[in-house]
């Protein structure tokens, strides 16, 4: 574990103790992890598991262009801090964090990227990979607001661009894929004068389509808004039902559903409908409220769900299947070694033959005479042999290792976990021998370890339960008082 990484859990745990000490021994647990998952190198040095969760509660605005993302964000935070308009005036994800400093301070994306205590650490590699060259133009794509907003102590809020026919489509949807993997609360906009399928194809086969089936589909809150607009032709109910079927058609037959606008910006209404929209928006606007007020709670819970699925990522997922691939590997090896030794030793008989040493073959070669002479040419021919085919066995080694590993890292790149690849190859390492199927780093002590973090979940559970739902208990578990800015 890198002194950075080992720096970050200390300073986290520290915070914790205060805050949250059912969490600060969820760290703990987490340290466990990253010792077996680095000796294995499934995690590189400056990995943890811990960090692939932000342990600050963060709310995600996603969605189409002109959705009213940002008009949301300022009315939710009762500051003009973003854009806003027709046109898709934020090109970046704005990252908003408490600051006691009544002015806005915007930084670069470059802080996000390199503080492992913020959502977005080291994401350029990510995008360097998904879009070589990208990566160094971090600054392009994130930034940071830090503003002065009671709602923000304690949390996180991240505005994005929308994406759709987006130039830089495909680094802007790696990033989303990040968000939303780190996110408590997802609110996913869409814009009510255009509830057409064709006007947000993106955002449904992006963040709807791929999000429904996921296991934290909770958290995704789906949001008309502007829907002030309807009013002007008295078809909510229409305009309601065209996006839902646009929701149905990519796989959303259920989930909260909200109709909203922001009141200060809305359109002039007919004073018969003006009372019947305003309530239905107050209504919903005060549960979306309610829903990211309370997402500490959540959060922790989520934390908690991290420990144990990383802890069954590595006995049920990466462990097996390394051991399926050393198997495969093994295999292969001994198949193309068996048939250099076929080639070899026929090369070796038909030799012997051509010298006369086998009974009844008078044969004699000139040769004969001089070898006889001189044993030692033979030995040495027989030596070069075995090198040569010592050589070629590990050339072999490493070459069937190379495309197995090449075939595991297509198959995880996307699932954003740990490196099975780079473990692979350091479980095929030339002194490691070819019959073993345990992956380097693993043994029995580590299984004890990670199977004693996954085993720890469900006190965890027990005591945020008696934290959250007994009424004589004081809620020690509350939101950090500051936001790092």
Known sequence: MSQQTTTHLDDLQQRLKGEAPVLADVVERFRELDRVAHAMQYLAPNESFAGKISWWPLVSVLGTFSAGKSSFINDYLGLGVQR??????????????????????????????????????????????????????????????????????????????????????????????HIVDLSDLVLIMFDARHPEPGAMRDTLQHLVGRTVARADADKFLYVLNQIDTAARQDNLEEVVAAWQRALAQHGLTAGQYFYTFVPELAVDMPEALRGRYAANNKVAREAIITRIDQIHVSRAYRIVKLLDQSARQLLEGAVPELRSALGLWRRRVLWIDLGLLVVVGGGLLAASVGLGYWNGLHFQPPWRATLEAKPWLLWTVVASAVVLVLLVHHLVRSAVARALAAKLRRGHEAQGSGDLARAFLASTRPLRPLWSDRPVGWGRRAERRVAAAGAATPGFVQQLNDLFARPDAAPRLAHPTQSPS
Do not use: H, M, W
Request: proline fraction near 7%; hydrophobic fraction near 35%; glycine fraction near 6%.
């Open 84 to 177: 806003t308009g027709n046109q898709a005036v934020d090109d970046r994800f704005t990252v908003l964090t408490y600051s006691a400093d009544p002015d806005v301070r915007v930084l670069p994306g470059s802080a996000l990227d390199s503080d492992p205590r913020l959502p977005f650490y080291r994401i350029s590699e990510a995008i360097e990979r998904s879009v070589p060259g990208e990566g160094r133009r971090i600054d392009t794509y994130l930034q940071v607001k830090a503003c002065n907003s009671p709602r923000l102590r304690g949390k996180i809020l991240i505005d994005s661009p929308g994406f759709d026919a987006d130039a830089q489509r495909t680094s802007i949807l790696r990033i989303v894929d």
